[in-house]
């Protein structure tokens, strides 16, 4: 009718939309994650965003700071053994 308006009905929630990780799952490609950790700090990031990076006997690592990066530079074989991508911590 004329004036009226339909107004939800307050449900179950519908499941969450997937994320592009979940999605490439679902259709068998494989999800290239540019996620890393700074060896330095533990910090978390994305390669793509990284302030900073340097190599090391032929490994990239990234880093939060410039700072983080002068701190690997200085005292590599403190660092370079922690995997990235798995939060270590100094």
Same mark, same amino acid.
């Given at each position: 009718m004329?004036?009226?308006r339909? /107004?939800? /009905? @307050? %449900?179950? +929630?519908?499941?969450p939309? @997937?994320? +592009?990780?979940?999605?490439c +799952?679902?259709? %068998?490609?494989p999800? /290239?994650? $540019? *996620? !890393? !950790?700074?060896?330095v700090c533990? *910090?978390s990031?994305?390669?793509? !965003?990284?302030?900073?990076? !340097? $190599?090391?006997? &032929?490994? +990239?690592y ?8 002068e ?5 590599p074989? #403190?660092?370079? %053994?922690? #995997?990235? %991508? /798995? &939060?270590?911590?100094p």
């Amino acid at each position: 009718m004329e004036g009226e308006r339909l /107004v939800p /009905v @307050l %449900g179950p +929630r519908p499941p969450p939309a @997937l994320n +592009r990780r979940s999605a490439c +799952r679902q259709v %068998g490609k494989p999800h /290239v994650s $540019d *996620m !890393t !950790t700074d060896p330095v700090c533990g *910090m978390s990031l994305e390669e793509s !965003t990284a302030k900073t990076s !340097t $190599d090391y006997e &032929g490994q +990239r690592y990234y880093f939060c700071s410039d700072a983080c990066r002068e701190e690997f530079e200085a005292h590599p074989d #403190e660092y370079a %053994g922690r #995997e990235q %991508g /798995v &939060g270590a911590s100094p």
